[in-house]
């Protein structure tokens, strides 16, 4: 356990979700179950019709805040979220997603200590819907912010990001559709801040989400942000575009569009 709780960061989690029965309890139970108690606990619900909000309320007396509504999409929530969110540190755990153990934020905490970087992230597990594991996500000794020039080098169900970052960076953009948190990151590329990293496993990475078999789609949109933030010459943009699509075509014919 952390000895001086009062010193380490408020940690705020914010699980977006719609229509989830089959997952959300999972996740919400990966949330209260933490050991590390100076976390924050916020759903923003889309207007579930299938029993969500049922489980919700089941736990709300664990919860923080909760809120069941339409909205505009994934980046309309986040942002509900974090306007609601009152910690130092805010982390997103989709349905599905959730931590690995009851020890998750504990590690992490205990890395970000007294430094309070912007950037926190730990290594995450990409799962199927039983559970399984695909694989886990690699981690460098460093992070180099020319990662995020060919993907999304810091997934969101592993990253922390203090709330100064979005004072300076702002909210998500509702114009993307996948890659909402990879454009909030871009945004910040020209002079980014170091990133902490955490070399511990501490959540998971359902792989039945929106952009699940929508590879092409993300890729485009990857492309629209990078042009948009103007992250590197056209010319280095346009190759890296057509590298990650071979990438993807050479996958595709070895394994199937998995």
């Known amino acids: 356990m952390v000895k001086d709780i009062n010193a380490m960061p408020l940690i705020t989690v914010i699980t977006v979700v719609y229509n989830g029965i089959d997952f959300i309890e999972k996740t919400i139970l990966s949330i209260i179950n933490q050991t590390y108690k100076r976390i924050e606990f916020i759903i923003i619900d889309g207007g579930s019709t ?43 755990q989709g349905d599905g997603d959730g931590f690995v153990d009851e020890i998750s934020l504990e590690k992490v905490a205990k890395q970000i200590g007294s430094r309070r970087p912007l950037l926190v992230s730990a290594k995450i597990r990409r799962i199927d819907e039983d559970g399984n594991t695909l694989y886990t996500s690699k981690q460098p000794k460093k992070f180099s912010k020319t990662s995020l020039l060919f993907k999304m080098s810091l997934p ?23 890659c909402m948190d990879y454009e909030h990151l871009l945004r910040a590329y020209k002079a980014f801040p170091d990133v902490l990293l955490v070399s511990d496993v501490i959540a998971n990475w359902r792989a039945d989400g929106l952009g699940n078999g929508r590879t092409k789609e993300i890729l485009a949109e990857y492309h629209k942000i990078k042009l948009a933030n103007k ?3 056209l010319p280095a943009l346009v190759f890296i575009k057509y590298l990650n699509l071979a990438k993807y075509c050479i996958k595709v014919s070895l394994y199937g569009n998995k």
């Not at 049922?54 to 986040?78: M, N, P």
């Open 231 to 233: 992250v590197a010459c």
């Open 50 to 92: 299938d029993g969500t909000v049922e489980v919700i309320r089941k736990y709300e007396h664990l919860i923080t805040c909760w809120v069941s509504e339409q909205d505009k999409g994934i980046s309309d929530a986040f942002n509900k979220g974090i306007k609601l969110a009152s910690g130092e540190y805010v982390n997103f």
């Open 156 to 178: 969101h169900q592993g990253l922390f990001v203090h709330r100064d970052f979005f004072k300076q960076y702002g909210l998500f953009d509702l114009n993307n559709t996948y």
